[in-house]
């Protein structure tokens, strides 16, 4: 599932391919948008906002999508086949000249006006990869819910924007806390901020994502989709459940040695 690093990299290749051209072609295959057609106008600027896309034009209106569990944006030259799905999972065919961004399986698709994006991002907390990242806010937000398990706090995109079930898994490893851990019991909160931070930010513009630092193959994670398997550092096998607010339960990795539940 993308995270915020994925997501900012495909806003930057959409702003880097479309914006400053006017759109040579335009299709939206979702029943909403079947008869919108934005042929002509200028893309002025992609951007993304937590796991979420705007590519904003020059009439005041926005595409907001949402990649959801298996979206993708893809860009293809002139000439190039396009391989990012069979065709009708595309969502959007965006043209200018040279090149065609395509939005495959996309999970939203849906134009808002610029200046009322907040109806669709404004719920979001502090954007760990956005201009304006605001730790303190990030930190209050969390600490609001001190019972709260720091697993599913760190998911809830109204607390900070960017973070998925792979980075959670990631950064309480490196932080060596237990997903279960009340927020009030985590100490340091800005670090575990900071640090997640710098994961996605490293991450961002590479190809394969990594969080150990070891380009070994196989060697790219450190529990994440590891269960059953050697912790990295200690040995002990790596436990996996499925939990969060009914409905919404999201898996979720930790060595249970390096990441002890302490009890009160
Ligand atoms: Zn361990």
Redesign the pocket.
Known sequence: MPEGDTVWRAAHLLHRALAGNSLTRCEFRVPALATTDLTGRIVTEAVSRGKHLLIRFDNGWSLHSHLRMEGSWRIFADGRRWNGGPSHEIRAVLGVPGSTAVGYRLGVLELVRTDQESAVVGHLGPDLLGPEWDLAEAVRRLRAEPDRAIGEALLDQRNLAGIGTVYRAEILFLQGIHPRTPVGQVRDLERLCERVRQLLIMNRSGFEQNTTGDRRPGRSHWVYGRAGRE??????AIAMEEFGPYGQERVSYW?P???PLRPG
């Open positions: 912790c990295r550092r200690c040995g002990t060595c040695h390096c990441q």
